[in-house]
């Protein structure tokens, strides 16, 4: 069974840092792709990053390139967003997710290529 638990989160000042988690189990994580998206409140999902599972290819979204680097550990099945020089407009849900068979390339904001879904973590950024 395939399932991504993810940590990390909370409510930080903006220029601050937070790093999220992803562990995934149930797969071998170098086969899978993983994304990062969120979702703020009367917004649509938004893609956020995503890591082959190669780790070659990465992407990331206009609005957080030279802020956001997202990294995996296949050691610990686990995939992580350091987010840095927050701002508050980087408030959200933010969610982890699994693309099957995205081994050399991941599908970027497409969430639709994406089966498999963590629980989602709230992310503030607020003074």
């Known amino acids: 069974q395939v399932q991504l638990v993810q940590s990390g989160g909370g409510l930080v000042q903006p220029g601050d840092s937070l790093r999220l988690s992803c562990a995934v189990s149930?797969?071998?994580?170098?086969?899978?792709?993983i994304g990062w998206f969120r979702q703020a409140p009367g917004k649509e999902r938004e893609g956020v990053s995503c890591?082959?599972?190669?780790?070659?290819?990465?992407y990331y979204a206009d609005s957080v390139k030279g802020r956001f680097t997202i990294s995996r550990d296949n050691a610990k099945n686990t995939v992580y967003l350091q987010m840095n020089s927050l701002k508050p407009e980087d408030t959200a849900v933010y969610y982890c997710?699994?693309?099957?068979?995205?081994?050399?390339?991941?599908?970027?904001?497409?969430?639709?290529?994406?089966?498999?879904w963590g629980q989602g973590t709230q992310v503030t950024v607020s003074s």
């Open positions: 997710a699994a693309e099957r068979g995205a081994v050399t390339a991941c599908s970027g904001s497409s969430y639709y290529a994406y089966a498999d």
């Open positions: 149930g797969f071998t994580l170098d086969n899978f792709g």
């Open positions: 890591i082959s599972g190669s780790g070659g290819s990465t």
